[in-house]
């Protein structure tokens, strides 16, 4: 959870989309895991106050902040919806749910998908069991 505290920090910043590209394309392209040293580094090529690393965990105002959006996504997505959530033109759906990373045209092929998906008002759930073999692509 502390890098959601931080990135909320940081939102409140007006700095949120830097922040989650930055962090998204160490931790996805170079799949890396440290996510304390991460998100220091990240703060630093944003020119933020690495101590926003330690603090933010901490700040009060941190966690009202993502009380707030959760409330928020609840609002719109039902009380059954959790994270993710992906929101799409206004359309708040649950999911998706991944067990990888899609790349390249299955990335594509997913948020295309998705983003068909939210188009109809009766669609309230998609599911399949996680027994399958996993394949990357």
Do not use: C, Q
Not at 87 to 93: E, F, Y
């Amino acid at each position: 959870m502390g890098p959601v505290r931080v990135a909320a920090a940081v939102d409140a910043m007006g700095r949120y989309e830097e922040f989650y590209e930055a962090f998204g394309r160490r931790a996805h392209l170079d799949r890396r895991d440290d996510w304390d040293v991460v998100v220091v580094e990240v703060l630093e090529e944003l020119g933020l106050s690495a101590e926003l690393a330690a603090s933010a965990p901490e700040d009060p105002a941190t966690e009202n902040a993502l009380r707030e959006t959760n409330a928020h996504l609840n609002e719109i997505t039902g009380l059954e919806a959790g994270t993710p959530t992906l929101v799409l033109d206004g359309v708040a759906t649950f999911g998706p749910v991944l067990r990888a990373v899609p790349r390249g045209e299955h990335a594509l092929a997913l948020y295309d998908a998705m983003a068909l998906l939210s188009t109809v008002p009766a669609l309230t759930e998609i599911k399949r069991g996680d027994d399958r073999p996993l394949s990357r692509h």
